[in-house]
């Protein structure tokens, strides 16, 4: 069964950092493009980043550019968001997912059951 698991999420205060890590299980994910999205209490859920599947393609909601950065292992089985300089606002539930298809903030087929961020002193 297809299963993606995040982890790496915790409690930081503001302008600290934060790796999170995407894997996955019962399958690989080298043919897949995958994607991070938060969801915030109260708010919708928003596209963070992707990265095609060969990791030569990303993309980034303008909320994160410059500070959020997606990577790759696919040795590992592993899809890394690196968060530098939170924020507040950066507070939400952020989950992995992973398409087939192209690298962008939307359209994800399957999704793990996400990590919480929480950004505050």
């Known amino acids: 069964q297809l299963q993606l698991v995040e982890s790496g999420g915790g409690l930081v205060q503001p302008g600290g950092s934060l790796r999170l890590s995407c894997a996955g299980s019962?399958?690989?994910?080298?043919?897949?493009?995958i994607g991070w999205f938060r969801q915030a209490p109260g708010k919708e859920r928003e596209g963070v980043s992707c990265?095609?599947?060969?990791?030569?393609?990303?993309n980034y909601a303008d909320s994160v550019k410059g500070r959020f950065t997606i990577s790759r292992d696919n040795a590992k089985n592993t899809v890394y968001l690196q968060m530098n300089s939170l924020k507040p606002e950066d507070t939400a539930v952020y989950y992995c997912?992973?398409?087939?298809?192209?690298?962008?903030?939307?359209?994800?087929?399957?999704w793990g059951k996400g990590t919480l961020v929480t950004v505050s002193s």
């Open positions: 997912a992973a398409t087939i298809g192209l690298c962008v903030l939307y359209g994800m087929d399957y």
């Open positions: 019962g399958f690989t994910l080298d043919y897949y493009t």
């Open positions: 990265i095609s599947s060969s990791g030569g393609s990303t």
